[in-house]
């Protein structure tokens, strides 16, 4: 079993950053990929951010975000942040994060809310 805490959420004018962070525990070793995804009121979930563990930390990002946001892994290597710059307000949603385990288990966070106003 693997525990997923976000932190970092928050309200942030068009052009600012933020940094989530999503802390595991329990089996984490266990642990295939993390990513982060988003869902905006209304619409469906979506994926911003992968970070493959097994794969000598590989990353993927959307399009949309590609150039503006990193995925990374801290170095305890039990942590996943995703640093977000030059926030948009088509980037306001909810995020979770996800680990997806060894045997296809899928483990979420308990979603950050990111609101990006003026």
């Known amino acids: 079993q693997v525990q997923l805490v976000e932190s970092g959420g928050g309200l942030v004018q068009p052009g600012g950053s933020l940094r989530l962070s999503c802390a595991a525990s329990?089996?984490?070793?266990?642990?295939?990929?993390m990513g982060w995804y988003r869902q905006a009121p209304g619409k469906q979930r979506e994926l911003v951010a992968t970070?493959?563990?097994?794969?000598?930390?590989?990353?993927n990002y959307a399009e949309s975000v590609e150039g503006r946001f990193t995925i990374s892994r801290g170095n305890a290597k039990n942590t996943v942040y995703l640093q977000m710059n030059n926030l948009q307000p088509a980037d306001t949603a909810v995020y979770y994060c996800?680990?997806?385990?060894?045997?296809?288990?899928?483990?979420w966070g308990q979603g950050s809310q990111v609101t990006v106003s003026s």
């Open positions: 996800r680990a997806e385990g060894r045997l296809g288990q899928n483990y």
């Open positions: 970070i493959f563990i097994s794969s000598g930390d590989i990353t």
């Open positions: 329990g089996s984490i070793f266990s642990i295939n990929a």
